[in-house]
């Protein structure tokens, strides 16, 4: 698993690692009972604080990602669908509300961006 950081894009570090780990394991590049690296590695390997990285490990086990176990380490949590399609609906959402906001600035009607998603989801990718 590769994290690349940015100081630039305005989001914590902490949420970046949060981000880059359920990526993974959206991916399926990290997989049901796979090991993370501890968290002083992760923060060694980033060259970022341990509190850093455990933050952003204490957010992925608060909403179900992973689990610690004491003296063990932290492992990829068994994949609840529900909370998956949850976290991808948020994304959409977001995405959504950008082509609301680009729409209404361009002064294209909902019907014109009706059709393009039409269009989208009708061709074969």
Not at 33 to 46: G, H, I, K, T
Not at 59 to 79: C, H, M, N, R, Y
Not at 98 to 114: G, H, L, P, R, T
């Amino acid at each position: 698993m590769n994290i690349i950081l940015s100081n630039s894009n305005g989001i914590p570090i902490f949420e970046q690692i949060e981000n880059a780990i359920k990526e993974a394991i959206f991916s399926n590049e990290l997989k049901e009972e796979d090991m993370l690296p501890s968290v002083r590695n992760l923060a060694n390997e980033l060259k970022i604080s341990f509190l850093t990285v455990k933050r952003a490990y204490d957010e992925l086990e608060k909403a179900g990602f992973i689990k610690t176990v004491q003296g063990k380490g932290s492992f990829v949590a068994p994949k609840n669908l529900e909370l998956i399609k949850e976290e991808k609906l948020k994304e959409i959402q977001d995405y959504i509300e950008k082509v609301y906001n680009i729409s209404k600035i361009a002064n294209i009607s909902e019907d014109e961006v009706k059709e393009l998603f039409k269009m989208i989801f009708e061709e074969d990718f």
